[in-house]
């Protein structure tokens, strides 16, 4: 597909699935990164809101590392794939706009054990005046049905922002009834080194990982930056990463969305 194929499929359905992002190589270079995160988590100085043992309302009983806040900001590794050249320009594609990244997450589901993520949007966490941020989940292991892949629903980035509170408090997911959800999801399994973006406003969930494979992933959240925050529950982002980072304040080369679309329609194929 072209560039404008995936961004007729983006925002048609409010996500996209790309396998073969990264090569074998970059694969094995993110997996030592990980090492890295693991051995930075251990240390007794780790700050505990930054590396999780838990996730999404897990007990954390399994003691194994699950999220990483901020991995960009760690190790450039995390901020160099942030910038991939296969994936910066598309996201500007579909943002149609320069990119920031609003925040970055390290997700770790430890085999027989992880998460499971509830029905949600991201924009609930950080509302924002539109949806103009995206998710892109890059994957360092196949991401399959067994190990808790993402499932989506279709379409739903277009029904607007729904209610993530109970009782006064926030619920980090969409209340009521979601068996329709259930029903219409699309489970969107994924071979390592492929992406899956979504919108901030597509309902999202994931299951645990029942198989005897990790599946680890990172989360980059990137945003339109003239788009603005208006409230939300994620502390963490606001304590952690207030401003975000300008993906082209950092790289010269990646000045302005049009140089980037540029770059896209001519290497931009990813079939
Ligand atoms: O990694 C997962 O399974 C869930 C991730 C997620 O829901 C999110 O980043 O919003």
């Known amino acids: 597909m072209n560039v404008d194929q995936l961004r007729h499929s983006f925002h048609r359905d409010g996500y996209l699935a790309l396998p073969g992002i990264l090569s074998v190589a970059e694969i ?14 251990a240390e007794p100085a780790a700050d505990p809101a930054q590396f999780r043992f838990a996730a999404f309302g897990d007990d954390g009983g399994g003691r194994r590392l699950q999220q990483v806040g901020e991995p960009h900001a760690l190790d450039d590794t995390w901020l160099a794939l942030a ?3 296969k994936l910066l320009p598309l996201v500007s594609a579909l943002l149609d706009s320069d990119v920031s990244l609003y925040y970055s ?3 770790m589901k430890p085999a027989r054990h992880g998460f499971r993520a509830p029905w949600h949007q991201d924009l609930a966490f950080f509302v924002h005046d539109r949806d103009g941020l995206i998710a892109a989940q890059v994957y360092l292991d196949d991401s399959t049905i067994d190990n ?9 980035h277009r029904f607007g922002l729904l209610n993530h509170f109970r009782d006064g408090a926030f619920a980090e997911q969409v209340q009521g009834d979601v068996s329709a959800f259930d029903e219409s999801k699309v489970a969107v399994p994924m071979p390592a080194g492929g992406v899956v973006l979504w919108s901030s406003l597509t309902l999202h969930s994931s299951g645990p990982n029942r198989s005897d494979r990790p599946r680890r992933a990172v989360v980059f ?3 339109d930056p003239s788009t603005s925050l208006m409230g939300g529950a994620f502390d ?15 790289d010269p080369t990646f000045t302005t969305a049009s140089q980037l679309r540029t770059v896209n329609n001519q290497g931009g194929n990813h079939d």
């Open 28 to 41: 094995d270079e993110l997996h030592h990164a990980v090492e890295r995160l693991e051995a930075m988590g």
């Open 236 to 250: 963490r982002v606001r304590e952690i990463n207030p401003v975000g980072v300008s993906l082209f304040e950092k």
């Open 105 to 107: 997450m390290f997700m």
């Open 148 to 156: 808790g892949c993402i499932e989506v629903v279709p379409g739903s």
């Open 221 to 223: 959240e990137y945003k």
């Open 83 to 85: 910038r991939h050249r």
